[in-house]
Nanobody, 117 residues
């Protein structure tokens, strides 16, 4: 059974930082491209960042470029999202996603990030 478990969300002031973690089990983590998505209240889920199986290749949404960094540790079956210079518009539930080239995808349960003073 595949499980993706996110952690690290919370309440932070504008300009602050958070690091999200997503630990996977039940799959061969090092063979799965990983991504972070987010969904704000009343909005559609959107891609935030993605990372290749080796971690060499990454991609980011324009709205977070230069502020967020995705990384992975294949030895720990974990993908991270370092979020700096957070803004109120970054408030959302953040989801971890594993998707292979066949279209098989798994999702975590999500972690809430709230940016507010």
């Amino acid at each position: 059974q595949v499980q993706l478990v996110e952690s690290g969300g919370g309440l932070v002031q504008p300009g602050g930082s958070l690091r999200l973690s997503c630990t996977a089990s039940g799959l061969i983590f090092r063979t799965w491209p990983m991504s972070w998505y987010r969904q704000a209240s009343g909005k559609e889920r959107e891609l935030v960042a993605g990372i290749s199986i080796t971690g060499i290749s990454t991609n980011y949404a324009d709205s977070i470029k230069g502020r967020f960094t995705i990384s992975r540790d294949n030895a720990k079956n974990t993908v991270y999202l370092q979020m700096n210079s957070l803004k109120p518009e970054d408030t959302a539930v953040y989801y971890c996603n594993a998707r292979n080239s066949y279209g098989t995808a798994y999702w975590g349960q999500g972690t809430q990030v709230t940016v507010s003073s």
